[in-house]
């Protein structure tokens, strides 16, 4: 069989499914590290399915994922394997895939497997699963990044071609910035989250990873099964979306008061210069500075306020009668956020919406806000020394997007450092800003991990 071509977005020629495949799962077999998955597909069904698409291909469908393998956090359903969100204790089989499964398939993807997690997404560190440590994908020591872990991995390691994830603090950004990739997280509601274990159901996106902004675009594009900025804006206080055509774009950077790399010494350095080129390669006609210090407010409220209690309305129930089958630290939080009072949660929401009409203000200014991805990637060794102050350090300028309905797109921009990741750039608008994200995104990076 001629294997099919053509691009989407960018997105280059690919072999067949039936050779995608066997590829996916060779090099799976080839890399080995246990924390990766939590379970592949059966070789030949996922064979089996690679052979619809080509007869789909050949009837004269056009399907623009022919030929390329996905993977799925396992937090998100998919027919004929079990969800688990990183418990196995918690295991359904569901009768349907997730809608954003369904679509991808639909268009032609393969899914190989299910990806470790962060259990219950719980974490942005990739070491809360009964599963194992999540290894990084090139840089052995550092965090993969959570709770999106295993799906970023797939993707920074060659084994797939796309993945999904979710993210509710920066599930999808922080492992794309500690492996080198690029992490889209739409606006909340763009993509369908029926068909997810919740984290906190009114914060969650389903979230998507790939080596270059064009497959994270296209396949995000494809989930929503329209363009990325068709829905209606939300009914948040985020004004829409820059409607300047072509004019060349206004970026924002957070003022240096507002700026912390976590003792890393290059990290400033490495920051301004990534803007920089993010700057010449947008044609950038004015950079502003922002005042981060509303953003960093209502990031702190998602789990030092009332929010978290979402998490245990989602699975508490669950936690509080299994305590034995959830990890410890994954257990003390959602324990604890069953004894938050309803008075807190009010408060917290009250003082939300005060904080986002406050952030509001920066968007008569910019049109895009730059932030480091995270201050720095930590280790393992640090992360099991103190388990919530490293976590809450990685999401420093992550937590707060969802809380004020904002749109991002986390890439790489240069080469890798030394011993880690290169530096990772993350690009926010305000809601229903993904296509003007994704436009941008193109402009500044590319997969740089794949140059080490």
Known sequence: MTAPTGSIDGMTARPTPTAAVVAAFARIAADGRPGIWIQLVDQDRA????????????????????????????????????TTAGCPAYAFKPDQDAPVV?????????????????????????????????????????????????????VAAGLVDLALGTDTAGSGRVPAAANGIVG???????????????????????SVFAAD??????????????????????????????????????????R?????????????????????????????????????????????LLYGGGFVAERYAAVGAFV????????PVVRSIISAAGRIPGWQVHRDLAERDRLARIAARAWASIDVLVVPSVPRVPTVAEVQADPIGVNSMVGTYTS???????????????????????????LIGPAWSDDLLVRLGRQVGGPAASRR
């Not at 190989?112 to 994908?137: E, I, M, W, Y």
């Not at 889209?184 to 389903?206: E, H, I, N």
């Not at 509080?320 to 990890?327: I, S, T």
């Open 400 to 426: 707060f997007v969802n809380l004020l309905d904002l749109a991002a797109l986390t890439l790489p921009v240069g080469e890798p450092a030394p011993a880690g990741p290169p530096t990772s750039l993350t």
């Open 102 to 154: 369904a679509a991808l398939r639909r268009a032609g993807a393969v899914v190989v497997g299910k990806t470790n997690l962060d259990q219950f997404a719980t974490g942005l560190v990739g070491t809360r699963s009964p599963h194992g440590v999540c290894p990084n994908a090139h840089w052995d020591g550092l965090i993969s990044g959570g709770s999106s872990s295993g799906s970023a991995v797939a």
């Open 213 to 254: 902004v064009d497959g994270a675009g296209a396949a995000a594009e494809l989930a929503a099964e329209g363009p990325l900025a068709s829905s209606q804006p939300s009914s948040s206080s985020s004004p829409p979306p820059p409607t300047r055509g072509g004019a060349a774009v206004r970026i924002g950077v957070p």
């Open 184 to 206: 889209l997280k739409p606006t909340r509601g763009r993509l369908s989250t029926v068909g997810v274990v919740p984290a906190c159901a009114s914060l969650d996106c389903v």
């Open 47 to 82: 064979l089996a399915a690679a052979a619809a698409i080509e007869a789909r291909l050949r009837a004269g469908e056009h399907l623009p994922l022919a030929g390329r393998t996905l993977a799925v956090k396992d937090n998100i359903d998919v027919r004929g394997l079990p």
């Open 320 to 327: 509080d009668d299994h305590p034995d089958d959830v990890d």
């Open 256 to 300: 240096a008061a507002d700026l912390t790399f976590d003792g890393d010494p290059q990290g400033r350095a490495r920051f301004d210069e990534a803007v920089q080129v993010a700057v010449v390669a947008t044609g950038a006609r004015e950079v502003v500075e922002v005042d981060l210090a509303p953003f960093l407010a209502a990031g702190e």
